[in-house]
DNA sequence: TAGATTGTTAATCGATTAACAATC
DNA sequence: TAGATTGTTAATCGATTAACAATC
């Protein structure tokens, strides 16, 4: 029971942790001090080794027939997220589902930050989103040398999508999260993270019909 | 090359085959007829034979050295993601990712038609959201009762999301969207598919932690 | 001590990618 | 015909699950 040290985490790893964070969080605020796997397993219906494994990937160490520490873990889940860093973000298009991450309070646990939110419309420039100006498209490489940020969210309709894109890049962010169902181009070096509704709708819907 | 009528599509197929489809459609659009999946990977950055192994999922057959007929394979992916049929469905939690989906109009593209959206405070009740009036939490069974849906919706906080779930089952929902992070329990024969954003945002702030 | 849980290795499973004959 | 593309089988890769000794 040495500690690894391990840089290696797998997207599945990541994408589970999330769920994890938000159990223990739970249970900290309940006054839970320890919890095993198993326990954690249990509540998400996972695998126990599964569990073991993802945990293991944020170096906390267990012990044996007691488990881990609850306020430790949550350290170690959330650094290895990054979410105790702050990343700032611009959003570009203040649609439908760009409202609804502007209104998203609880981005700022997970370290997202909104500095500016962008669109091309005119009738939506200078309105105010949740307290947030609207600025138009044309200023982002303005406010970019202003105050820089590393993520680009991207929440325009597809066919804009990739022109969002290159602006963003050329302002300099280093990752983009992108909502648009188009394929899109980024240079070697910049992140690009998909967040497609439609992705999850497909199995739901197809799932329906199989059953019928 | 003969039709295998293969029922058995993959998650990660099922996954990737809106993306082709929005593809295949703007294709349509502009009038093109024929489409191969070296041009689809091309597109996509996939592997082309992941692109013909999604495809064969949908029944289609395509021909050597030409490729895929857009307007039937349009048809074809349709019909394996269920889109052609309308699923009617409940939306419970009217904050800002309810609103968001309730003014998202390309659902209807998805065959999901948002028939009746609930909240438990008061204050939302009666209000109308993009046309739609919020209705309480308490009416839903009386609804269920006059206007069936398959689908529920959960677009609550994750404390509440269990409960809503609950109801959404009692009133005889066959699959559940979750967008809620919370552990969901759901009777055996109950669909449960999971959109939450915290996944991706996950994977993009890990790597962008690890480059630094 | 006894037994639950950890850490870790091995086996299994599923999805992606490589290879290639058939074909238009 | 020549060569691009399909359909399909085999090899590879990665993630999940099973098995089990170590340990508290």
Known sequence: MKNPVRSVVSRSSLKRLPLY????EKLSAEGVARVSCTYIAKEF??????VRKDLEATGEVGTARIGFRVASLIGRVKELLGWNDTHDAYLVGVGNMGKALLGYRDFEKYGLRIVAAFDKDPQKIKSHVFGREILPMSTLLKVASKTPARIGIVTVPADQAQEAVDLLVVSG?????NF???PIRIPRGVILENARLTRSLAVLTNNLVKKT
Do not use: G, S
């Open 180 to 182: 648009a169902p188009a």
């Open 45 to 50: 219906d996972f695998d126990p080794t599964q």
């Open 173 to 177: 962010v280093k990752a983009i999260w």
């Open 21 to 24: 964070l938000h159990l223990l």
